[in-house]
């Protein structure tokens, strides 16, 4: 079993969901006392959430090439970054470690196609939801049409997850927020959504939303574990 490398703590409300979901892979697979051989270095979010603030993704990407290159140096085999939005900084993460890089984007293309769908909603952070980094995956690699929510539902979205979900607020308000939105995306031709903020799957349960829905955190988990049995 190879040694997964997992950069958490964006947020830890969705981490400790990669470590669960990727343990009980294995021990699916294995059974018994079997568990996952996993790194784990763990960022403070506020400070990244600073940075984020301040549209500084060079330093966010020097901080997490710093915390990849720590986890290959200590034997991880394989690189997961447990976050939808820090994918931005993908290319500075590549660029200094030589493990493979698992990105959530190609994991959850993967899943999406096999589903034999080709128009998905994306919901996540204002940077997900309005910057490429993420959709040009989908796009180019997975010939996918995406849809976005409108400026307004992009503000509440933004709200809901930095000032509720990061901090483990998980409301009835909040949800039906979302599922509202969801079901406006879905009549404009959506067939799933993209749950693309790993804390939005612990707020919105599967059988709560009205479309097929994609959890970025689980089939990240699913990805790295592929890797790690392979």
Not at 145 to 169: H, K, M, T
Request: with cysteine.
């Amino acid at each position: 079993m190879k040694i997964i490398g997992l950069l958490g703590g964006m947020s830890w409300q969705s981490s400790k969901f990669y470590y669960q979901y990727i343990n009980e892979l294995i021990a699916q697979k294995f059974g018994s006392t079997h568990s996952a051989r996993i790194l784990m270095s763990s960022v403070n979010f506020n400070e990244i959430e600073r940075l984020m603030m301040q549209d500084d993704w060079l330093a966010i990407g020097q901080l997490m090439a710093k915390e990849a290159k720590r986890l290959q140096d200590a034997g991880a085999d394989c690189l997961l970054l447990g976050t939808n939005t820090i994918h931005i900084v993908s290319s500075a993460i590549e660029k200094a470690i030589s493990i493979p890089f698992l990105h959530i984007a190609r994991a959850t293309g993967t899943q999406i196609v096999k589903k034999g769908i080709s128009k998905v909603a994306l919901l996540g952070t204002k940077f997900t939801m309005e910057k490429n980094f993420y959709t040009k995956i989908l796009q180019n690699e997975f010939q996918l049409e995406i849809v976005i929510p409108n400026e307004v539902e992009r503000q509440l979205l933004q709200a809901l997850i930095f000032d509720e979900l990061v901090q483990g607020v998980f409301s009835e308000e909040a949800k039906n927020t979302c599922i509202q939105i969801i079901k406006r995306l879905e009549k404009q031709g959506a067939q799933g959504v993209i749950l693309g903020c790993t804390e939005l799957p612990i707020l919105l349960a599967e059988e709560s939303i009205p479309i097929l829905s994609f959890d970025t955190t689980l089939i990240h988990s699913k990805a790295a574990v592929d890797f790690a049995l392979n």
